[in-house]
């Protein structure tokens, strides 16, 4: 199901990036030259959008089924290639042309199809659960509507978010062009820091769904109370760790004396921040979604990100005309107080726990066995 409909919207956005590159890179930039470097960048790069759909879809499915080791695995391998490729097409090595760029470009496209060609390469060599027969993948009957039910909230809640993201993104790249570097190049390391979050989030929403489903709902609420403690835990390390290492991880960059203050700086204030950053995150995506309630992150993004943050970041920018730091500032109190209000005694209520399923023990043995597969790694 997860295939059917991500594979055509990730097409839609290759096709569309890859006809109209130009047009992207002005919604995000004025500059002439920046747009010009981006249209290189993305001619080669919109491949990916199709193929991390994909990569989604799979690795998603693996890990509900508990086959966390595949994409990990796979992803390691992906992320090594994509450093080596790009080392190779930029600087032109091995008698290839110094390519520049669009080198970053065909390396990001090349290597975001190799996690989930790996991803299904080993499925069907070890027949797991992923791998159905062909058939079934249309044998949607009795299910399109229990799924959508669920579905779409978060379909929609992640389209609201992506807008509201976009047009932060216009305002905050209208601010001058060493602001957005700087931006860029901290939203780079701030990566680091959220990929390690996104882990925990799937281990969280495992647990926790994992538990609810089976009917054992006070261990669900015990994981998810553990996640509560860990999640400002782990950030508060991460941001000690990104201050002191912030001179050196910046001087990797490529940057003007001003890009680079200023990217310490929003260094400095995001690890300040990351204390409480990714709370609502792992609420809403690693708690409430495995709790069965996807309608509450879809309630807390469209209230939050269209009534407070994005305006504020319009005031801040483009009306007041307020620094680029004092607008970062304000981007990231208003996020982090509005959905913090939010979700907090939302989660202390518990009626995120909606169970989706009546508990019925699976040997899942014999489900692999019923499919001619093994288990899994």
Not at 78 to 86: C, E, F, I, R, S
Not at 188 to 199: D, H, K, P, Q, R
Not at 325 to 331: D, K, L, N
Request: with cysteine; glycine share 8%.
């Amino acid at each position: 199901m997860m295939l059917l409909f991500m594979v055509p919207l990730g097409l839609v956005f290759t096709i569309g990036v890859g006809l109209y590159p130009a047009f992207v890179m002005r919604l995000f930039t004025e500059d002439p030259a920046l747009i010009a470097e981006g249209v290189k960048y993305l001619q080669f790069a919109c491949v990916s959008y199709f193929s991390l759909t994909l990569n989604l879809a799979i690795s998603t499915m693996l890990r509900c089924t508990e086959q966390v080791k595949i994409p990990m695995i796979t992803s390691g391998i992906a992320a090594g290639m994509n450093a080596v490729l790009n080392y190779i097409f930029i600087f032109g090595l091995f008698g290839l042309p110094a390519m520049g760029v669009a080198g970053a470009g065909l390396a990001t496209a090349i290597s975001s199809l190799i996690n989930p060609i790996l991803m299904m390469a080993i499925s069907f060599a070890k027949k797991n659960i992923v791998i159905a027969p062909f058939k079934q993948v249309f044998a949607i009957k009795g299910f399109f509507k229990p799924f959508w039910s669920r579905a779409l909230p978060v379909l929609l809640n992640e389209f609201f978010w992506s807008v509201s993201i976009l047009v932060v993104n216009m305002v905050l790249g209208r601010m001058g062009t060493d602001n957005y570097a700087a931006l860029t190049v901290e939203r780079t390391i701030e990566n680091l820091v959220f990929v390690f979050f996104v882990g925990l989030c799937n281990a969280c929403n495992i647990l926790v769904g994992k538990s609810i489903g089976a009917g054992n709902i006070e261990q669900g609420k015990l994981y998810s109370r553990r996640f509560m403690v860990l999640t400002p835990i782990i950030g508060i390390l991460a941001g000690l760790l990104i201050i002191a290492l912030r001179y050196p991880l910046i001087g990797l960059f490529d940057l003007s004396e001003t890009a680079k203050h200023t990217a310490r700086v929003l260094l400095v204030i995001f690890a300040i921040d990351a204390a409480v950053r990714y709370i609502p995150y792992v609420e809403v995506v690693g708690i409430f979604r495995a709790g069965g309630d996807t309608r509450m992150g879809l309630i807390v993004d469209v209230i939050c990100h269209y009534v407070f943050i994005t305006p504020a970041v319009i005031l801040a920018g483009l009306v007041w005309k307020l620094p680029f730091i004092t607008t970062y500032v304000i981007m990231l109190a208003v996020d982090d107080i509005s959905k913090l209000i939010i979700t907090i005694p939302y989660y202390r209520t518990m009626r995120w726990i909606k169970p989706i399923t009546q508990p019925e023990p699976v040997d899942r043995e014999e489900a692999m066995i019923e499919i001619g597969g093994d288990p899994i790694l």
